[in-house]
């Protein structure tokens, strides 16, 4: 049979196989299937356990500390349990008290044994079994691993070493699995996530692969004829069948009892098409219903798979935690019989209730969701992520600046990081020790400008991962070469618990010529001068080249009279803008900042502060990264520029609206707060290191 031949009937079989033994569960269309799921509910997360300061610490609930909170578990008796990883490596028990406790592990390494004797090496998925046993993706182990209810540490099946093979246990291998699930017959489910395959162990112990082939990919179909892409979790209904969240492909895939591969179509509420952004958790109720929880966006999002007529499933987010907030990373699901959806947050070091039964208006603990503010900057010691690591290095892009897109808006987005300028071909090296966190820690294919990695909590854009200036690998133990069906070099993978030291090399500069370093869990990006690199310095006071006054349609006010502008007191929604921009030293000429935080104040003629305005209102502080809102908030018309542009940017900040510490909100000024008369306007315009505008400050006003 030739090559052609073979691969249409394998075609026909794969579309007969699909159309004969692939099922949707329809759900009925009412707001409450039983008492255990309800339909399109939604709630502030609930904080259980976690002060959201990265360590280690058993104890009162809101005093534990969590160092990776991956995976969770609940018991029948209410017990959760969590994949604690990062640089604990233990597995954590919550008590119905609320306590928190270790319950087995103690250092990282390999070895079974009773309780804390005991060592995981980045523990991630958990699952419960009927009589009480623990199952867990030991990642940095590339095993699964067993815990007995006494504490007993035993592995089911995994040689300890990165590869891929079916048959007994012990000398079956995986390559980083993340996700683990248990059916009610008492078979344990594998997402084993770097071998782009789910992989069974049977009560014998004994693996096979009931699905995925040699290479990542998006294609439907059965068996090893089917393709994922780092599957990172999944969960198994009451039938049998497996849920998969397919995170590289942001996708849902359904997996039949017979290894039939069939991708979920997503809408929302709105009948539009959903777009899920990186999926890393995945739970399912009896009924059928999933929960999934989205790397990219922090949410938690229910889908209710259709029937067969219309086996469209409609996705609606239930975690609602409040303007500006959200999910860090929730990469841990598990349901109680009451609908209680319990979430591990793990780059917020936290775990959070999901309660159906609660009103969605209750905020409760809002303040307590993401990263503590106190959780310590990455222990970088000043140094920069190129070399001579010790010296300097010109900053050209800061947090918080406007940013353009390819379609030609000027304001589409918003600069998350700092910008290092460097040389293209450069070596990129690690400002920090760190251990992967991320289940999906590179991304960008060769030959894209926007590819990079995550190492803990730092970001590296802009770099060929892992690789020299010529493309040759740099390390294979750590970046992992993927390959696509022709052999050509398509990506680089770094699995999540690997490990680096300050100054290895990550990879090299691409073409744009910069580093781009963000600090934090994306929506809780801080500010990158925090680290106090070396040798960086600040000097220069920000520029001020103009103040605004604009009218509620956003026209300028350019009325004069004896060198003040002209206002009536009848004017309303006054808007504030004002053209600003900075440097720091040794910059370009034409290098242009943007500022840290902006606010403006009332004085009358001689200069006194009005009541009311005895310190300025400042109303943008950059300090944190502001949610995707915020650009058309923070910047007027004419900001910024598309990155088909000048290199020069501008800067205009509308000093009315608020823009700050997570707090989003259009403001206006309204010129009948005064009496008619002579007035100064001054704005406080001042950068990351203290320095305050000075020259061009002021705007003098006549309200008539």
């Known amino acids: 049979m030739t090559r052609n031949a073979w691969l249409w009937l394998v075609s026909v079989l794969t579309l007969l196989a699909l159309a004969s033994t692939y099922v949707y569960e329809p759900v009925p269309d009412t707001v409450t299937l039983s008492p255990r799921t309800r339909i399109g509910w939604s709630a502030p997360p609930r904080l259980l356990a976690g002060d959201g300061v990265r360590g280690w610490r058993d104890g009162a609930p809101l005093q534990a500390r969590f160092s990776d909170p991956y995976g969770i578990a609940r018991a029948a008796d209410g017990t959760l349990f969590i994949a604690d990883a990062g640089d604990s490596n233990r597995i954590r028990r919550i008590g119905v008290d609320g306590a928190v406790a270790t319950f087995a592990g103690s250092t990282e390494g390999f070895r079974d044994g009773a309780g804390a004797l005991a060592a995981f090496n980045t523990p991630s998925g958990l699952a419960l079994d009927g009589a009480g046993n623990l199952y867990v993706a030991d990642t940095g182990n590339h095993a699964i691993r067993r815990v007995a209810p006494d504490g007993t540490v035993t592995t089911l099946a995994g040689s300890g070493v990165a590869g891929f093979r079916d048959g007994p246990g012990a000398q079956a291998q995986f390559n980083g699995p993340i996700g683990v699930a248990v059916d009610d017959a008492g078979q344990v489910y594998v997402a ?3 071998n782009d395959r789910i992989r069974v162990i049977g009560r014998d112990g004994t693996v096979r692969t009931l699905a ?9 179909g059965v068996g090893i004829a089917a393709r994922f892409d780092t599957p990172s979790a999944l969960a198994v209904d009451r039938r049998g069948n497996v849920w998969v969240a397919d995170t590289r492909n942001n996708t849902i895939r359904h997996v039949s009892k017979q290894g ?8 929302d509420a709105t009948g539009a098409q959903a777009a899920l952004r990186r999926p890393v958790s995945i739970a399912v109720t009896r009924e059928g219903v999933l929960y999934v929880g989205e790397l990219f966006h922090g949410r938690v999002l229910q889908v209710v798979p259709g029937g067969p007529t219309s086996p469209v499933a409609v996705a609606v987010a239930v975690a609602v935690a409040g303007a500006g907030k959200r999910l860090a990373r929730p990469t841990g699901l598990a349901l109680a019989p009451d609908g209680t959806l319990y979430v591990a947050d793990a780059t917020a070091y936290r775990v959070h209730a999901l309660d159906p039964a609660a009103p969605a208006g209750v905020a409760d603990a809002l ?10 900057l990455p ?22 600046e406007v940013r353009g897109n390819y379609q030609g808006e000027s304001r589409d987005h918003l ?18 020790d760190g251990k992967v966190s991320n289940p999906l820690a590179s991304w960008g294919q060769v030959g894209q400008l926007g590819e990079g990695m995550a190492l803990d909590d730092v970001s590296y854009i802009h770099m060929r991962v892992g690789r020299t200036a010529r493309g040759e690998p740099i390390d294979p133990a750590r970046f992992v070469p993927v390959f696509d069906a022709a052999g050509s070099l398509e990506r680089m993978r770094v699995r999540r618990g690997t490990r680096f030291r300050a100054g290895d090399v990550l990879g090299t500069i691409n073409a744009m010529a910069h580093v781009h370093l963000i600090v934090g869990t994306s929506g809780y990006e801080r500010n990158a001068i925090a680290l106090g690199f070396r040798n960086y310095s600040d000097r220069y006071a920000p520029h001020i080249d103009a103040i605004e006054l604009l009218d509620a349609a956003e026209q300028p006010l350019q009325q004069m009279q004896d060198g003040r502008v002209l206002l009536g007191r009848d004017l309303d929604g006054v808007q504030i803008v004002v053209d600003a921009w900075d440097q720091v030293d040794n910059n370009l000429p034409r290098r242009r900042l943007g500022l840290h935080a902006l606010g403006y104040q009332w004085l009358d003629a001689a200069g006194t502060p009005l009541p009311g305005f ?26 910024g520029i598309t990155v088909h542009g000048s290199s020069v940017t501008r800067f205009r900040y509308v000093v009315t609206n608020t823009v700050r510490g997570g707090t989003l909100a259009t403001g206006a000024w309204r010129p009948r707060e005064l009496a ?10 001042k950068d990351y290191s203290g320095n305050l505008a000075t020259a061009g400050r002021d705007l003098p006003v006549r309200l008539h």
């Open 192 to 194: 084993d996530t770097y």
């Open 379 to 400: 222990a970088t010691l000043g140094r920069w992520p190129l070399r001579p690591q010790d010296g300097w290095h010109e900053v050209v892009g800061t947090l918080g």
């Open 212 to 220: 995925g082939g040699d290479f990542p990919g998006d294609v439907d």
């Open 614 to 639: 005895e310190a300025p209102r400042m109303s943008i502080d950059f300090d944190l990264m502001p949610t995707d809102e915020a650009v058309k908030l923070a910047y007027a018309a004419d900001s």
């Open 260 to 267: 039939v591969v069939t991708t979920l179509p997503l809408q």
């Open 367 to 376: 303040a307590a969701t993401g990263p503590s503010p106190a959780n310590p």
């Open 676 to 685: 008619a008369g002579d007035y100064l306007l001054r704005i406080t315009a």
């Open 415 to 432: 600069h998350n990081g700092l910008d290092v300028r460097g040389d293209v071909g450069q070596e990129v090296v690690a400002i920090a």
